[in-house]
């Protein structure tokens, strides 16, 4: 199979968290096509945290993007480049929840808008979790509420809950869980 070929990448602006391309693509029969790119500068880490009872931490926030609240895991940017994405999904954990894993080990990775950006976002399972207490960033207003994977299902399914990481999120760590429950 023959596929696309970038020519050229020019950038037309730079923001705080992304800069935004115009891709130059020549197609295998010589047509050139301007595609949109959005690079994702530091990438970015998400968390699962399950309390002892079963019951998953969740956020509300503001989302400019969607000009109203949604629920979704807690989830952030690193620092920098260098930073491990699992010291970034602990860092958010705590910073947004006001809780500190005991353990914390991947779940899935996601590719959250393959079209036209390279975000990639390591979502963590956090368990053993002990409470301590949130550092919200300057411009950050959260909710923290506990919801039961049932629960969750039911608000994705409903179209409550749309948020890509989160979706991906609950999904995999039912099928894990359900998975990880012995045949009787």
Not at 27 to 38: E, L, M, N, R
Not at 40 to 45: M, N, T, V
Not at 125 to 132: F, Q, S
Request: negative net charge; contains cysteine; glycine residues 4%.
């Amino acid at each position: 199979m023959e596929h696309m070929k970038r020519v050229d990448r020019v950038l037309k602006h730079r923001g705080a968290i992304v800069d935004f391309y115009d891709d130059v693509m020549e197609s295998p029969s010589g047509h050139i096509a301007h595609w949109d790119y959005i690079a994702h500068r530091k990438g970015a880490a998400a968390v699962v945290p399950v309390l002892d009872d079963g019951r998953i931490l969740m956020v509300r926030q503001h989302r400019n993007a969607l000009e109203r609240e949604t629920l979704e895991i807690p989830a952030g940017s690193r620092d920098d480049v260098n930073e491990p994405r699992i010291e970034c999904a602990a860092r958010e954990l705590e910073e947004e929840t006001g809780y500190r894993a005991g353990k914390l080990e991947l779940l899935i990775t996601v590719a959250t808008t393959v079209a036209f950006c390279n975000e990639l976002i390591e979502i963590y399972l956090a368990t053993n979790l002990t409470r301590t207490e949130t550092h919200l960033d300057e411009d950050e207003f959260v909710e923290v509420g506990c919801y039961t994977p049932e629960e969750l299902k039911e608000m994705i399914f409903s179209q409550k809950i749309q948020d890509s990481k989160t979706v991906a999120a609950i999904l995999a760590y039912d099928a894990k869980r359900r998975a990880d429950i012995p045949e009787k």
